[in-house]
């Protein structure tokens, strides 16, 4: 079981009750996970419930209403590859009952299993959890009952974390704590709320938006900050010249109004497009952007190559579950895709530059083209990330290859990009299709590529302390 998902802590230094600015921010990062969500306040049982936020505070505003702290931390959630149960949502208890060690703990990433189960076990530690955060959970609360620090116990368990992580925790002592993992896979932030006099920590800079928080910057990869009664603290439990920051975030996951590494995700998606425009460059009538990530991608590349933009394409928001993203919940995705309406007056008859933000299975875009699209004269597709040829193993929901279209179209063995594209557009029913390359997705985001990450689309998982066994959906289930 995989958790990729939203978090957020909030410390108050003026004791202010922090939950409303809790709630607020996980509303604004929703859009990282849907399936689950829950926060933990100091002295409290954390309060989980599955579906959106939203929901919950429509369900049950009183006991909502009752929830109140000064410091505090939330979560959002998603996962694929089990059933989403209130248990395995966060934030989780570790220890809490025993000791004064125990605190809750809200985990965005995946981490290897089969490592920190080698750490635990090393401790004497036999049955610690079935999730990688339960037993990262675990690996740190035994480090911090052998008396060490937080930082120390992060340092210590380090070279057992394989994957990606960023994290706050609630201790036990009212102490808000956050660390991101040495290579900076997810992006974690801090910012202020003035009004409250707190500190923020979220996922995104959208959440600070969201309550009126300022950005201050981002945790940096192997950094930990603890804030307490007595501010801020600032440490470091991994120092690594070589990060590897997940480019998907940029494409497609993170909320199109934040800053990650100081990038606009805005611009390095409209930077793109243009890019896209520069290296495919080709007749068309109208730019069309899959909704709602490739939208501003589908901007730079009309603006790159001046054909009209035009919004074919539109997602029906007043269904009940509208707002439900296709990559996040591959079983509803058929779903999905039929909340999307084609603006006949815009599409049909015309040839169509379609942008989307990437493929991975392949099953929307075909849909799209086969169902929405057939009017069109002609379609072709531009994708802003390269072909997906392996499983990700930090933290986003692909973590098999058999899924994998262009992989299961081309294997590894594809020649050239041309190659790939030509196959791909074959089986997804296009005219053309063309992916972006690596060096025009980094130029674009503005990092360069040895400070990605790019194992799905390299093969490459140097970035990880060991490479990963692919499994089958069916041997992960087991
Ligand atoms: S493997 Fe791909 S999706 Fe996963 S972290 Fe790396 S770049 Fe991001």
Known sequence: ????????????????????????????LQHRGQEAWGIAIHGKQPYKRTGLVSQSIERE?????????????GHVRYSTTST????????LEIGVASDKKGFCIAHNGTLERELLTEALKEEGCASCGVTDTALMGRGLYENLRQGKSWVEAFEALNPYLNGAFSTVILTSEEELVSAR????????????????????????????????????RDIQPGELVRVNKGGLVEER?????????C?????YFAHPSSRIEGISVYAARKNIGRILAEGYGFEGDVVVPVPDSARPAALGYSEKSGIPFEEGLMKDRYKKKGSWRSFIEPEKREEVVSNITAI?????????ILIDDSIVRGTSSRIIVEKKLKEAK??????TFPPIMYPCYMGIDFPTQEELLAYRVCGTTAKSLDEINRKVAENIGVAFLGYNNIEGLSKGIGIPKDQLCLSCATGDYSCIRRKPKFKTRKEMKR
């Open 1 to 28: 079981m995989e958790e990729h998902c939203g978090i957020i802590g909030i410390f108050s230094n003026e004791g202010h009750n922090v939950v409303p600015m809790l709630l607020l921010g996980l509303e604004s």
């Open 61 to 73: 505003p009183a006991e909502i209403a009752r929830l109140s702290g000064h410091v505090g931390i």
């Open 84 to 91: 989403s149960t209130l248990e395995n949502a966060h934030p």
């Open 181 to 216: 993992d040495e290579r900076g896979f997810r992006p974690l932030c801090i910012g202020w709320h003035e009004e409250t006099c707190s500190y923020v920590l979220a996922s995104e800079s959208c959440a600070l938006d969201a309550i009126g928080a300022r950005l201050l």
């Open 237 to 245: 439990f991994s120092v690594q010249e070589r990060h590897a920051h």
């Open 247 to 251: 480019p998907f975030e940029y494409t």
């Open 344 to 352: 006949k007056d815009a599409v049909n008859g015309k040839r169509l």
């Open 378 to 383: 002609e379609v072709s597709l531009l994708l």
